[in-house]
């Protein structure tokens, strides 16, 4: 069993910055590779990042590339997503989780956080 807890959101102005936390419970935090994914409203929930157990793999869906890094720390069972110049349409709940198998499908996902928004202004 794995608890995760999202921090870092708020509202930024467009062009601003914002830095996601995502901490784990649990001894097994490297056992997962962890992905980001974002809702906004009336959308589906959209992969954004992901990264492989060790760190050494990391997967960006196209909007977000050479603006977000998802990094982890396993000694503090944390993965993150600095976020730069962000875009209204970066405007969603973002959500982590993490998963055993396939990191670019939201069913391959086991375990979910609660969700932080980020809200960004133009």
């Known amino acids: 069993q794995v608890q995760l807890v999202e921090s870092g959101g708020g509202l930024v102005q467009a062009g601003g910055s914002l830095r996601l936390s995502c901490a784990a419970s649990g001894r097994t935090f490297s056992s997962y590779a962890m992905g980001w994914f974002r809702q906004a409203p009336g959308k589906e929930r959209e992969f954004v990042a992901a990264i492989s157990r060790s760190g050494g793999s990391l997967y960006y869906v196209d909007s977000v590339k050479d603006r977000f890094t998802i990094s982890r720390d396993n000694a503090k069972n944390t993965v993150y997503l600095p976020m730069n110049s962000l875009k209204p349409e970066d405007t969603a709940v973002y959500y982590c989780?993490?998963?055993?198998?396939?990191?670019?499908?939201?069913?391959?996902?086991?375990?979910w956080g609660q969700g932080t928004q980020v809200t960004v202004s133009s």
């Open positions: 989780a993490a998963t055993t198998k396939r990191v670019l499908v939201a069913y391959e996902y086991a375990y």
